[in-house]
């Protein structure tokens, strides 16, 4: 009887491959990020891979988990949709079985998952850039989530014998995810570990292994439980509670629930572990060009980038300036997953207690992400810091403050100069280059970004030049947005009310 579930299975995993929702599925995932690699940026840049791939695994989750759920439903009511049932009726294959063949058959499904998900990790390994390592049990989530998926599809055609039901529970799933967030964010809860996917936010500096607290291999073990309990249930349903079914439901059951009490418990101790701990201790600090910088372990490649954009603005400052000690030192906040509304916040003022204790008082932020415009935000961070001893507390640079910290910024490397424009392309009102990513910063007006852009467009040597001579007027306290136009050789800029504190 065995050879006969495994042969309909294979049957029924065919069509549920060559099913127009897998394939437009497999199309959508895939689609966009081939034509990003070949037609738009190329390969992507400074990945971090042991980052949980949580936009993959929503979107598998979503769209060919998505896909699974509904062909497997329709699969289940297929007799029903065509009227054979008393066809079937008379098979000596039994009901029970034939469910268990379905079951069986999202597995090629899940493996498409599995190979989309390979694929993903693998090029964004082989990029340049890229650091940390590569977490498999997040890899694994993929065709788990497929998996759990299309089981509820099958559950589904066991209790209703809708068609309607399971596209509505798609989209219903979707919404679960986002109140749950919600939750999340009002609460301080721990329901994400109840979650499918943990749903973050990219606001947040993701934090380096050293203080990852996010149970990944609990988190999978839940997942397979969960999956093999509505796989279970869908074999109960109608008559087929036999001895095996119930162990099997009853062991899936246990299995689920201990690996959420486990995965939540252990999760506090981590976090509370990982606020306690001094950052700079897990850190490697190098000497380059007599300035320090200081990584967390994987980042460490990542110091060339960071002393490129340094030097870069080392070089368009006066000679007093550049003769005092300077230290960039790498941030990350602790004990946080990044989840959305966080109220751990951004703990600007312990990361400075820690610079002191460590031996870089003053020293300048730096995050866990480059090359998404960040690069930027530290080049105009540190020119600041440079120009006024104050390491970057939350500030609004106006007039010619304003200007020449941008343009010290944009004209550094030409990353930073394609940065400042992406952010400026995306503000409202102002740039902010805040330290981790949000929170404490320095907050430029859009007259002083135009007035800086248009800067950036003419030969550095000669605004160089002009700043250098006009550098003491330029970067005083009253200097106006009109007197650092006059003094850059710039039609004087229309300066409005906009609500900024500065005006």
């Known amino acids: 009887m065995s050879r006969v579930v495994f042969a309909l299975a294979r049957v029924e995993g065919m069509r549920l491959l060559r099913h127009p929702l897998?394939?437009?599925?497999?199309?959508?995932?895939?689609?966009?990020?081939?034509?990003?690699?070949?037609?738009?940026?190329?390969?992507p840049r400074f990945g971090l891979l042991h980052e949980p791939p949580r936009g993959l695994q929503l979107a598998m989750q979503l769209v060919l988990g998505g896909a699974a759920l509904i062909a497997a439903?329709?699969?289940?009511?297929?007799?029903?949709?065509?009227?054979?049932?008393?066809?079937?009726?008379?098979?000596?294959?039994?009901?029970?079985?034939?469910?268990?063949?379905?079951?069986?058959?999202?597995?090629?499904?899940?493996?498409?998952g599995a190979l989309l998900a390979v694929i993903y990790v693998g090029v964004l390994a082989f990029a340049p850039g890229a650091v940390g390592r590569l977490d498999p049990y997040e890899v694994a989530t993929v065709p788990v989530l497929v998996l759990l998926m299309g089981g509820v599809g099958v559950l589904l055609g066991r209790l209703w014998r809708s068609v309607v039901v399971a596209p509505?529970?798609?989209?219903?799933?979707?919404?679960?995810?986002?109140?749950?967030?919600?939750?999340?964010?009002?609460?301080?809860?721990?329901v994400p570990y109840a979650m499918t996917v943990d749903i973050t936010d990219p606001m947040f500096l993701p934090p380096p292994q050293a203080l990852l607290t996010w149970p990944s291999g609990l988190h999978l073990l839940y997942l397979t439980g969960l999956a093999a309990l509505i796989?279970?249930?869908?074999?109960?349903?109608?008559?087929?509670?036999?001895?095996?079914?119930?162990?099997?439901?009853?062991?899936?059951?246990?299995?689920?629930?201990?690996?959420?009490?486990?995965?939540?418990?252990?999760?506090?101790d981590g976090l509370r572990t990982a606020a306690a701990?001094?950052?700079?201790?897990?850190?490697?600090?190098?000497?380059?060009?007599?300035?320090?910088?200081?990584?967390?372990?994987?980042?460490?490649?990542?110091?060339?980038?960071?002393?490129a954009v340094t030097q870069g603005v080392l070089r368009e400052m006066p000679p007093e300036l550049t003769n005092r000690p300077l230290a960039v030192r790498q941030r990350a906040i602790a004990g946080t997953r990044g989840a959305l509304g966080d109220p751990a916040g951004v703990p600007v003022a312990k990361w400075r207690a820690d610079d002191a204790a460590a031996g870089t008082p003053g020293a300048v932020g730096i995050g866990t992400r480059w090359g998404d415009g960040t690069?930027?935000?530290?080049?105009?961070?540190?020119?600041?810091?440079?120009?006024?001893?104050?390491?970057?507390?939350?500030?609004?640079?106006?007039?010619?403050?304003?200007?020449?910290?941008?343009?010290?910024?944009?004209?550094?490397?030409?990353?930073?100069?394609?940065?400042?424009?992406?952010?400026?392309?995306m503000s409202f009102g102002g740039v902010s280059f805040p330290e981790g990513e949000i929170g404490a910063g320095i907050l430029v007006p859009d007259a002083e970004i135009s007035l800086a852009t248009a800067l950036l467009s003419r030969p550095t040597a000669e605004v160089g030049?002009?700043?250098?001579?006009?550098?003491?007027?330029?970067?005083?306290?009253?200097?106006?947005?009109p007197r650092a136009a006059e003094l850059l050789g710039l039609p004087a800029p229309k300066v409005v009310d906009d609500g900024w504190s500065c005006r």
């Open 22 to 43: 897998t394939i437009a599925a497999v199309l959508l995932m895939a689609g966009p990020v081939l034509y990003g690699w070949l037609f738009g940026d190329g390969l």
């Open 73 to 112: 439903n329709f699969a289940v009511l297929r007799a029903r949709r065509f009227g054979t049932e008393q066809q079937f009726a008379v098979l000596v294959l039994p009901e029970r079985l034939r469910v268990a063949a379905l079951l069986l058959a999202l597995v090629p499904v899940a493996l498409v």
């Open 168 to 190: 509505l529970l798609v989209v219903v799933s979707g919404a679960i995810l986002l109140v749950f967030a919600s939750v999340q964010a009002a609460t301080d809860s721990f």
């Open 231 to 268: 796989g279970v249930a869908a074999l109960a349903v109608r008559g087929g509670r036999s001895t095996r079914v119930l162990v099997a439901g009853a062991v899936s059951l246990v299995l689920t629930v201990a690996a959420v009490v486990v995965q939540t418990a252990s999760t506090r």
């Open 277 to 307: 701990r001094q950052q700079p201790a897990l850190q490697t600090c190098r000497v380059v060009e007599r300035v320090t910088y200081c990584a967390f372990e994987e980042f460490v490649p990542w110091i060339d980038e960071w002393s």
């Open 375 to 425: 690069e930027t935000g530290f080049a105009a961070r540190l020119a600041y810091t440079l120009i006024t001893g104050d390491p970057a507390a939350l500030s609004t640079l106006c007039g010619g403050l304003g200007v020449v910290v941008t343009w010290i910024a944009g004209q550094a490397t030409p990353l930073t100069r394609a940065g400042l424009e992406r952010i400026d392309a």
């Open 465 to 481: 030049a002009r700043v250098r001579e006009n550098w003491t007027e330029l970067t005083a306290e009253g200097t106006t947005l």
